[in-house]
């Protein structure tokens, strides 16, 4: 009987365990930046957004480029306008509703004494139509930087690595090559 009871204190002591150190990474505080469980959300939510933007070209390319902070860059594109300008032109026959195709997973947030930073894979797949098969357009990943603006958590800079064979994330740990 002891030893029954022990082993339920010592279940519930793990399980209590467990999730103070879930709570614990959900507001973690690394070299001078803190973010909040909400942080997390506000910022996965940006992340979903972005392909929506994108693939759509809503409100004339200005719900792409309202993503990002006033001074905010993809790539080499700077700038509310010209970020806007980017969003209308890209696959502009393949843009609207129906034309959804841009998928991000994976998402991985880390906190910076300047807000975040981030990554994710990326992929985009061309969907079937006119007896045309489905394909992968492109992959790859996005390395970002948020910033949290009056407006909410924003893209600072957002830098698309496209997929290759054999370039690891920059977060990855591989083991030592055997050659």
């Given at each position: 009987?002891i030893a029954?009871v022990?082993?339920?204190?010592?279940?519930?002591?793990?399980?209590?365990?467990?999730?103070g150190?879930?709570l614990?990474r959900?507001?973690?505080?690394v070299?001078?930046?803190t973010?909040?469980?909400?942080?997390?959300?506000e910022?996965?939510?940006l992340v979903?957004?972005?392909?929506?933007?994108?693939?759509?070209?809503a409100?004339?390319?200005?719900?792409?480029a309202?993503?990002f902070?006033p001074?905010?860059v993809?790539?080499t594109?700077?700038g509310?306008?010209?970020?806007?300008e980017?969003?209308?032109?890209?696959?502009?026959?393949r843009g609207g509703?129906?034309?959804?195709?841009h998928?991000l997973?994976?998402?991985?947030?880390?906190?910076?004494p300047?807000?975040a930073?981030?990554?994710?894979?990326?992929?985009a797949?061309?969907?079937?139509?006119?007896?045309?098969?489905?394909?992968v357009v492109?992959?790859?990943r996005?390395?970002d930087?948020?910033?949290?603006?009056?407006?909410g958590?924003r893209?600072?800079?957002r830098?698309?690595h496209p997929?290759?064979i054999?370039?690891p994330?920059?977060t990855?740990?591989l083991?030592p090559s055997?050659?």
């Open positions: 009987m029954k022990s082993m339920a204190v010592l279940m519930t002591v793990l399980v209590i365990g467990a999730a150190s879930s614990a959900a507001q973690q505080k070299a001078g930046g973010l909040t469980a909400g942080d997390y959300v910022i996965q939510q979903a957004r972005y392909s929506y933007a994108v693939d759509t070209h409100d004339n390319g200005y719900a792409y309202d993503l902070a001074d905010g993809f790539g594109t700077k509310r306008e010209a970020l806007a980017l969003a209308r032109t890209t696959q502009k026959d509703p129906s034309y959804t195709r998928y997973t994976n998402v991985i947030v880390y906190p910076t300047e807000g930073r981030g990554s994710q894979y990326l992929m797949i061309d969907v079937s139509e006119g007896g045309k098969p489905s394909s492109h992959g790859g996005y390395d930087l948020y910033v949290k603006t009056p407006a958590w893209f600072r800079s830098q698309l997929a290759t054999g370039v994330p920059p990855a740990k083991p055997s050659r």
